[in-house]
């Protein structure tokens, strides 16, 4: 439950209540030994780092997660932090070894055990890893994927809608960028997720500003 609300806490932009829940779960798992509970905590904490930008520190705990995954067989979770270390690395100027990660994950099927939720995660994960090999393509591609198979009422959807803005700025594609974070915008409001409503926003206003002084 700590894991589910802290992840909720840090989706609504709430990072300080996020690393104090996770606290609190770490606190139990202190006493008791349940590898699943210890992977869902550190994944959702290893996402509030990666938000927060503490690249090495989200690296290093997550890959300790992904080999708790392996160690304890605890496949279901297996998808979801290798995903998010995907992203980690990616972002962290490591993206060669995300996308040899991931692609390995897909080949083996890692996903089987979890379904949707784990490759949504995965995707998104092989999205930021692609954009920043610059295959824009593929990360074009595979962002589309995410974003059509992601379940909006967690707010996956609403993530994988704004990477894949991302990717099209990038790759050139303004209007089609554009239309994309105003459908991140508008999935934020609607699932009532301000942190997500306000990247968008400020997306949607630089380019406003650079069409102005164009």
């Not at 999935?187 to 002084?213: Q, V």
Request: hydrophobic share 40%.
């Amino acid at each position: 439950m700590y894991s589910f609300y802290a992840s909720t806490l840090w989706r609504l932009g709430d990072r300080k209540g996020g690393h104090e829940t996770c606290a609190l779960a770490y606190e139990v798992l202190s006493n008791v030994n349940h590898p699943y509970s210890r992977v869902l905590i550190d994944t959702v904490q290893g996402q509030i780092w990666i938000e927060e930008e503490e690249l090495d520190k989200a690296e290093a705990l997550l890959r300790a997660a992904v080999q708790q995954c392996l160690t304890y067989n605890v496949p279901t979770t297996l998808a979801m932090c290798t995903g998010v270390l995907g992203s980690a690395l990616a972002r962290n100027g490591k993206a060669s070894e995300a996308a040899t990660l991931l692609e390995r994950g897909f080949a083996d099927r890692i996903y089987d055990a979890a379904g949707t939720y784990g490759r949504t995660f995965m995707r998104i994960g092989l999205g930021v890893a692609y954009r920043n090999l610059e295959r824009l393509e593929d990360a074009i591609r595979v962002g589309r994927k995410a974003v059509d198979e992601a379940r909006e009422e967690y707010g996956h959807r609403t993530e994988a809608l704004f990477e894949l803005a991302e990717t099209l700025r990038i790759a050139g594609g303004a209007p089609e960028a554009e239309d994309c974070f105003m459908q991140t915008d508008e999935s934020a409001r609607r699932l009532r997720m301000p942190y997500y409503e306000k990247r968008a926003a400020a997306a949607l206003a630089h380019r406003r500003d650079d069409r102005y002084r164009a």
